[in-house]
């Protein structure tokens, strides 16, 4: 049993895959291409979210400073040097004062 082929047709099917295999390998270099590209952003959004992580933890550190500034506030201090009433000193200076205009 023979089977005849026509050349004609023969040669469609070669032309179609000829072309089916360039557009392959165009498909697979715009791939290749967009997978470099997506790499490179991925690069650039890590740089960019370190930057802004480097920023942040700066804004965090100063708004600690400033809340233990604020805590810190209406703390007694270890120095007993500022321990010291100060109405006691005013009176203390107010009854000497009038002490010595009184004498």
Avoid at 41 to 59: A, G, N, P
């Amino acid at each position: 049993m023979e089977v005849s082929i026509d050349p004609r047709i023969l040669n469609k099917v070669l032309l179609i895959c000829q072309k089916n295999s360039t557009k392959l390998d165009q498909i697979s270099k715009r791939r290749d291409e967009m997978e470099t590209m997506m790499v490179e952003q991925r690069e650039m959004m890590v740089e960019q979210k370190d930057k802004i992580d480097q920023i942040l933890s700066k804004f965090e550190v100063q708004n600690n400073a400033d809340n233990k500034v604020v805590k810190d506030k209406g703390k007694k201090t270890k120095n007993e040097f500022y321990q010291v009433n100060i109405c006691f000193i005013i009176n203390s200076f107010c009854l000497y004062y009038i002490s010595l205009v009184l004498t």
